[in-house]
């Protein structure tokens, strides 16, 4: 399987709390909610479209408690989300957790780099990631990533967690697909395509 992942960004890179103010308030966060302005059906029509894609999902910790508690009460079999959260299989990576008790879930444990390192070895599409913003950056750093779909919020907050940390594996992307929604959404699909290739614009000349 490929892992995609799929978050939401101000234009400086925080990817905090997105959805509403009480997702994650740590830090001492004032702006939770910050995106739930800017959905649209254009906005809805891509969500629908990548979770379409999924065979199998990963989350950490905190966004699966957030999805848990919302979810399982949604679940319309004709909704392209819902349907697939709520039937396939779901595997958290948690030290905290000693169950997880939605259905299709379990527990990662171990390494998580090497753990989902295995996950892929499995045959399917799409292994997702969805927010679990620290766990992302874990997988990024270690260079696991495939596909990146990053949508940047036409936000500015100045303050809360990153995306992209100090220590991220060098790498080089190729943009294979953008749009934007009415609203100023700027969708970001890109295929991580190995080193990153040095020059000097000076040599160009």
Known sequence: MRLTLTTFLTLDGVYQAPGG??????????????????????????????FENADAFLLGRRTYEIFRSYWPRHDDPADPIASRLNHLPKY??????PTVDWSGSRILSGDPVKAVAALKD??????????????????????????????SFPVVLGTGKRLFREGAMPGAYELAGWRTTPKGVVINTYERRGEVVYGDYADEG
């Open 21 to 50: 103010p009480g997702e994650d308030p740590s830090g001492g966060f004032t702006h939770g909610g910050w995106s739930a302005p800017y959905g649209d059906e254009d906005f809805g029509r891509f969500m629908a479209e990548v």
């Open 92 to 97: 958290v990576v948690t030290e905290t957790l």
């Open 122 to 151: 499995q045959p399917g599409r799409e292994l997702q990631i969805h927010g679990s913003g620290a766990l992302a950056g874990t997988l990024l750093a270690a260079g696991l990533v495939d596909t990146l779909n990053l949508l």
